[in-house]
Nanobody, 129 residues
Framework: PVQLVESGGGSVQAGGSLRPSCAASGYSGGTYCMGWFRQALGKERDGVAA???????TYADFVEGRFTIDLDNANSTLYLQMTSLKPEDTATYYC???????????????????????WGKGTLVNISS
């Protein structure tokens, strides 16, 4: 089965950077979509960024050019390079994936509620002011 394990969260001050990663295993080929989603305490889960195996990427509006999603196919690891972090970025960040292709803009806009089948357990990101 596909398994996803996030790491690389932590605590940084506003304006800092983090690069969480998501190590994937159990993938045996074919098309796919992967993304990052986040959930702050007391709030709904929001999509952050996603990509698919056609090379398309998409980002939530709140990213504002600060984040980059990237997949290292050689080691099956998804990254989220985050810069210019804000306190409102504080959340648990989840990696998710689905085999096949979905509308990744839809997946991001719906917080991955319907588009993603596999989920990691999350990595905590805390941004202090």
């Amino acid at each position: 089965p596909v398994q996803l394990v996030e790491s690389g969260g932590g605590s940084v001050q506003a304006g800092g950077s983090l690069r969480p990663s998501c190590a994937a295993s159990g993938y045996s080929g074919g098309t796919y979509c992967m993304g990052w989603f986040r959930q702050a305490l007391g709030k709904e889960r929001d999509g952050v960024a996603a990509l698919d195996s056609t090379g398309t990427t998409t980002y939530a509006d709140f990213v504002e050019g600060r984040f980059t999603i990237d997949l290292d196919n050689a080691n099956s690891t998804l990254y989220l390079q985050m810069t210019s972090l804000k306190p409102e970025d504080t959340a648990t960040y989840y990696c998710a994936a689905v085999l096949g292709l979905v509308d990744i803009e839809w997946a991001v806009s719906t917080g991955g509620a319907y588009g993603m089948d596999y989920w990691g357990k999350g990595t905590l990101v805390n941004i202090s002011s």
